[in-house]
């Protein structure tokens, strides 16, 4: 069971806090700063990589991430100097996929040139709409125009380009949703994140909601609706879903997400990050402290993590279950068997195929579209005894 990430992989993720503004409906661990020490900053990511790469050393790298916040917004020296340190602390595959998460509002061709300059390779663009009043609705900065110029910038840097849009957004109708994702899928794109907007409490739009005042949202059939006929669009135009939420052409898909979703190894550097790591005969919950100013101090003191957390057998198999029935390729169920040392309950098993929930084939386990619009609830019948 020690060695069991490596049917997922091994990647690093790396949280960079930062934006230029908080949107309404994300609960990410992002703040709003004028004044950054990028030097500082540089010289914690250096220290804290020197420490996960002892730990994990002669492992094979095959994905980095720059997630945040609005990666974008780093200096792309840092940048720099931080794939330099990736690349000198482990082994990588020949093609290691390298992302950075951009806003168009912070996009601007020589700094992209830059980030392609330092090693990025692929970008991963947050859009989110495709019309100048939803994107202010949405908190967002950039207008439908600048979030096309920027794509076009990206297009013309890298060879892979993939954005976010967020659908089931207020008032937004079955003939709004499908002209603007024809629209997005007719941008020469290869990769699709595509979310339905999730009301999170904590979050300026959670507020507005439990007060009453956030006002249109979609019921369930909408909801159902307008997840169906994302499928069926995505599907036409040669973007299947291939998790829950993203699609992509064959060969696009998101490497480093399929990390996770294959329950596989990645350490998390940064604030707030989280990491699953196997070492001494164990699988460990790693996560660093969330307040920038707190990681960074404590980082220059030894280390930017909270003490780690050893999971159970139980523990395991429930998050590989949780992450792996995203997927539409499925999960292995004897991989599923080995995490927690008892097979899936074969009557629960045959009710939910019954239903036509999910499905078994050739040994996995593969959620189906109606189960995908209930798959809280398919998860938990799996997981209650």
């Known amino acids: 069971m020690a060695e069991d990430w490596e049917a997922g992989g ?75 340190k990736i690349r000198a602390s482990w082994p990588c595959i020949n093609d290691l996929e390298i992302t ?69 957004r207020q008032g937004q109708s079955l003939a709004d949703w499908r002209a603007e994702l024809e629209r997005a899928l007719s941008m020469a794109v290869d990769h699709l994140s595509l979310y339905q907007l999730t009301i999170e409490q904590g979050t300026a739009f959670g507020d507005r909601y439990n007060a009453g005042k956030l006002r249109g949202l979609p019921d369930e059939d909408l909801s159902a609706d307008l997840f169906s006929l994302t499928q069926d669009i995505c599907d036409q135009h040669g973007l299947p879903a291939y998790e829950v939420s993203n699609h992509a052409r064959d060969g696009a898909q998101s490497r480093h997400n399929l990390i996770y979703w294959r329950y596989g190894d990645y350490v998390g550097i940064g604030p707030g990050a989280h990491g699953r790591l196997s070492l001494d005969g ?9 307040n920038p100013a707190q990681w960074l101090d404590v980082t220059s003191k030894g280390s930017g993590e909270k003490p780690r957390t050893r999971l159970s057998s139980d523990d395991q198999a429930s998050e590989f279950l949780l992450m792996g029935l995203r997927l539409k390729e499925g999960l292995s169920m004897s991989r599923f068997t080995a995490l927690k040392g008892a097979p899936l309950p074969r009557q629960k098993l ?13 040994g996995y386990l593969i959620i189906l579209n109606q189960g995908v619009m209930v798959l809280d609830a398919v998860i938990e019948a799996l997981l209650t005894d």
């Open 10 to 84: 091994f990647g690093l993720y790396l949280h960079w806090p930062f934006c230029e503004a908080k949107c309404p409906y994300c609960d990410f661990n992002s703040h709003v700063s004028r004044q950054i020490d990028q030097a500082a900053w540089c010289e914690a990511y250096l220290k804290e990589l020197d420490r996960a790469a002892t730990e994990t050393s002669g492992r094979i790298l095959s994905s980095v991430f720059f997630g945040g916040g609005t990666p974008s917004l780093m200096a792309p020296e840092t940048v720099a100097r931080v794939i330099e």
């Open 100 to 168: 950075l998460e951009a806003n168009p509002s912070s996009v601007e061709a020589g700094r992209f040139q830059a980030f392609r300059d330092a090693g990025v390779n692929r970008i991963s663009m947050g859009i989110q709409a495709l019309n100048d009043s939803d994107l202010e609705k949405l908190g967002r900065l950039h207008t439908a125009q600048e979030a096309m110029a920027a794509f076009d910038i990206a297009r013309n840097c890298f060879d892979r380009v993939s954005f976010d849009l967020i659908y089931a």
């Open 282 to 290: 164990h699988r460990w919950a790693t996560e660093c402290y969330a």
């Open 350 to 362: 045959d009710d939910l195929e019954e239903l036509g929930l999910l499905t078994r084939e050739d």
